[in-house]
């Protein structure tokens, strides 16, 4: 009997043991590890784990744990005192903690859970806190009176202290820290325009208003992770070793990386949210090596309040890349600021060597009511790229965007960076659809800005929008100013940079200052009309009223090929035509290429060109002309050489209103017999053309070859066979002096050589037309004949009329059109 009562009792500890070895994990997820002058106790209940003791000094409490992990369902509970301000716990032990259910402390006290080895927070896990939380894999902390609480406690029980934490003691490959979550932060936007919407009901880890929530460790996790501080301060830092310093800020704490030489990365997936909004200030500061958000991931502070929001800092050394969206595609990866009332958006301020924003990401200040959007500064000292657009959206580009919807001005953006490159559908743009005036964009490389689009984008015949740079108004605000400062500017096919207006509103001033310059897109400024859809979104007028604005260029060398455009443009009805300048050393434009400045009403734009030498070639044009009734503008050229060729032209023409002026300021004038200088009206008054010309011999100044890639044709003065071509040299006989020398330091108006209506030809001059070949045969030199007619012939040492085989009195009769 004995022995079975033994045997009995014997199996029920057999199973006794069996039910502890398997629930030990459950039971054994915090244990104490008796450190401490007075250690931590446990008390579990149901699903509580309470935990008392621990060391008090003044207003913080120690806890030491051999290890600490909280279950999932389950809740672990400081039981600390009112008075206390800080919990610091530590796992001296050798496991990872893992966190996936509740975290609970009394009063306002901050909790620090410091575990070198690493810490993980499941989808479950929770903050129910009064304080700031800190989670490090640090293996120190240290106080302001010198005092190292380490996380490898030594034999000696520690002096502990009541002085308040001043840093983070991060050892050699530190643990890393990993947030797992759902990614429900946030909600899909109900339009494009509208605010991004958070999702009150989403689970994550949480602080109270006005707290910090900061992970500082080794590599950085978080997939489909959130994390909410709201109005408070969300703090992330992944350290490989060195000193994180700690500084409290009213009732958030700071952290500062001076003292830290190598870092690691963090990467935030799935859906994954930093969320500082609220009512008033939030901040949001993300150090490491190289930064990523993924699938939809995103960084946002709403201000809902009348006080100003703080700043989103973000610190990469290496890189920081933010790229494409969620599977579904409704959530774009960004990094963005909001204000939804009368307080400012914070600003946005990243500092790397390299960052990359592809496949429809974006980095984003918004203003909506009446509080003045936040800025964007960016310092990537090596390159700057912006890739592409959302697969399965074309139209959602990547890009840098400050837009103003409300009263207030929209957020400026500054670029600092190596190199700039916006590749098929990238851009950076700052937008007024309100009332609120546009940001400034200011865009310094000291290598090279690129906007291009590829063939293969080009070519394949679906919708999409092309990379650009760009400063606009769609309704009443004022446009930004847009401002380039780059050694190497390409704005490559289809690609454009503008100041604009679709709307009442003016359109702000681009400033160009490169060394070169290769355009096939087009620069420029104008009034735009809205098609329907930008109409309908962003109510803007039918016809637009403000004005272009201006644009000013100071180059080197400024080379316009294949369509190329500079220009100034006014679609709408004000009579503010604005003004294009230009100063180069070398302008080329080749192959249909222009510089522009036209309108449909009122006064055309005026353009002014300063360079040394100016060509011309294959179809290309400078003009400033006017529609309907508008006045062409006026063109001032003042250059050493000016070559024009196949058909190139420069012209200030009208169509109803009167034609505009040109003055040409130059010591070499060339023109083939198919290229044109005129100043004409349709049917209105023509306008003149004058050539200052400050040598008497001026044509025969040499073209550089450098400079000039073709030999420039030069119109016939005399040509020696009959053919089908027919060419005209047009002069207006008024205020011409009476000796050839003196000409060349005066002025010589020259009308159009387009044909006008007979009811103006009183008004016209006397025309010269040659019906023979335009074989060309090079003239230098500008006399008068014995009609008082100016010719324009070849140089000899005693011309004469009685040459015949050189005479230009012979190829010409006086008519009128």
């Given at each position: 009997m004995k022995v079975r009562t033994i045997s009995f009792w014997g199996f029920q500890g057999s199973i006794l043991s069996s039910l502890l070895l398997i629930l030990s994990p459950a039971i054994a997820q915090i244990t104490p590890d008796k450190t401490l002058p007075v250690n931590s106790q446990v008390i579990r209940q149901d699903n509580t784990n309470q935990i008392n003791g621990g060391t008090i000094k003044g207003n913080n409490l120690f806890h030491s744990f051999e290890q600490f992990s909280v279950l999932t369902g389950t809740r672990t509970y400081f039981n600390n005192s009112a008075n206390i301000q800080n919990i610091f716990t530590r796992i001296t032990g050798n496991s990872i903690s893992n966190i996936d259910g509740i975290l609970k402390a009394n009063g306002i006290a901050n909790l620090f859970l410091l575990n070198r080895n690493g810490i993980i927070f499941g989808k479950n896990a929770r903050l129910e806190i009064g304080g700031s939380f800190f989670a490090s894999t640090a293996n120190a902390i240290k106080f302001s009176d010198g005092f190292e609480w380490r996380m490898n406690p030594s034999q000696t029980t520690p002096l502990l202290t009541i002085s308040t934490p001043i840093g983070l003691q991060i050892g050699n490959n530190s643990g890393a820290i990993q947030i797992n979550g759902t990614g429900l932060g946030l909600i899909a936007q109900s339009t494009i325009i509208s605010p991004y919407r958070r999702n009150k009901d989403a689970t994550g880890l949480q602080v109270q208003p006005g707290k910090t929530l900061a992970l500082v460790g080794g590599e950085l996790t978080l997939e489909g992770g959130t994390l909410s501080a709201e109005q408070g301060r969300i703090e992330l830092g992944a350290v490989n070793s060195g000193f994180v310093s700690l500084s409290s800020i009213t009732q958030e704490w700071a952290l500062r990386y001076e003292e830290v030489s190598f870092f690691k990365d963090i990467n935030l997936s799935q859906k994954s949210l930093l969320d500082t909004s609220g009512s008033s200030s939030g901040s949001i500061a993300l150090q490491g090596k190289s930064i990523f958000l993924s699938s939809g991931s995103v960084l946002l502070d709403q201000n809902l309040g009348s006080f100003p929001s703080g700043n989103i800092n973000i610190n990469a050394i290496e890189s920081f890349q933010v790229s494409g969206s969620a599977p579904v595609g409704k959530f774009i990866s960004f990094v963005g600021s909001e204000s939804l009332g009368s307080g400012s958006g914070a600003s946005i301020d990243i500092l790397t060597q390299h960052l990359v924003i592809q496949a429809g990401a974006g980095i984003s200040t918004r203003t909506y009511s009446t509080g003045q959007g936040g800025n964007i500064n960016i310092n990537a000292t090596k390159s700057v790229q912006l890739l592409g657009f959302l697969p399965l959206d074309p139209l959602v580009t990547s890009g840098i965007i400050t837009t103003t919807f409300g009263t207030q001005k929209a957020g400026n953006i500054a670029v600092s960076t190596g190199k700039l490159l916006n590749q098929d559908g990238g851009l950076i743009a700052s937008l007024t659809t309100g009332i609120g005036d546009g940001g400034d964009i200011v865009l310094n490389a000291t290598d090279s800005i690129e906007l291009t689009n590829s063939p293969q984008l080009i070519n394949s015949g679906q919708y999409y929008v092309p990379s650009y740079l760009a400063s606009q108004t769609f309704n009443t605000g004022i446009s930004g100013n847009l401002t380039i400062n780059t050694s190497r500017l390409i704005v490559g096919d289809q690609a454009f940079a503008n100041t604009s207006t679709l709307g009442f509103g003016d359109a702000g001033t681009l400033t160009i200052n490169a060394s070169d310059m290769e355009i096939s897109g087009s620069i420029g400024a104008s009034t735009t009309k809205a098609d329907m859809a930008t109409q309908e979104l962003f109510g803007s007028p039918p016809m637009p009223s403000g004005s272009p604005g201006e644009v000013n260029i100071n180059a080197r060398y400024l080379s316009l090929t294949n369509g190329g455009q500079v220009n100034i443009t006014n679609e709408g009805t004000s009579t503010a035509g604005g003004k294009l300048t230009i100063h180069a050393d070398s302008i080329f434009l080749n192959n249909k290429s222009s510089i522009t400045a036209?309108?449909?009403?009122?006064?055309?734009?005026?353009?002014?060109?300063?360079?040394?030498?100016?060509?011309?070639?294959?179809?290309?044009?400078?003009?400033?002309?006017?529609?309907?009734?508008?006045?062409?503008?006026?063109?001032?050229?003042?250059?050493?050489?000016?070559?024009?060729?196949?058909?190139?032209?420069?012209?200030?023409?009208?169509?109803e209103g009167r034609g505009g002026n040109i003055t040409i300021n130059a010591q070499g004038l060339f023109f083939s017999a198919d290229s044109l200088i005129t100043a004409s009206s349709k049917y209105g008054i023509n306008g003149t053309v004058k050539y200052n010309i400050l040598e008497p011999n001026i044509y025969t100044t040499k073209i550089k070859a450098e400079v000039i890639p073709i030999t420039p044709q030069i119109t016939a003065v005399c040509p020696r066979q009959v053919g089908t071509g027919r060419s005209s040299f047009v002069v207006n006989s008024r205020n011409l002096q009476s000796k050839p020398n003196n000409l060349m330091y005066n002025n010589v108006e020259d009308s159009n050589s387009l044909p006008v209506p007979a009811f103006n030809n009183s008004q016209n001059p006397k025309l010269f037309f040659s019906n023979q070949p335009t074989q060309v045969i090079e003239a230098n030199v500008l006399i008068r004949d014995s009609q008082g007619n100016l010719v324009l012939t070849t140089d000899q040492a005693n011309p004469t009329w009685d040459n015949a085989s050189l005479s230009a009195s012979s190829c010409f009769s006086g008519s009128q059109w």
């Open positions: 036209s309108t449909a009403s009122g006064v055309g734009g005026d353009i002014q060109v300063n360079v040394i030498d100016l060509l011309l070639n294959n179809k290309s044009y400078i003009t400033a002309s006017a529609d309907n009734q508008g006045d062409g503008g006026n063109i001032r050229i003042n250059a050493d050489i000016i070559s024009g060729s196949k058909n190139s032209s420069i012209a200030a023409d009208a169509f």
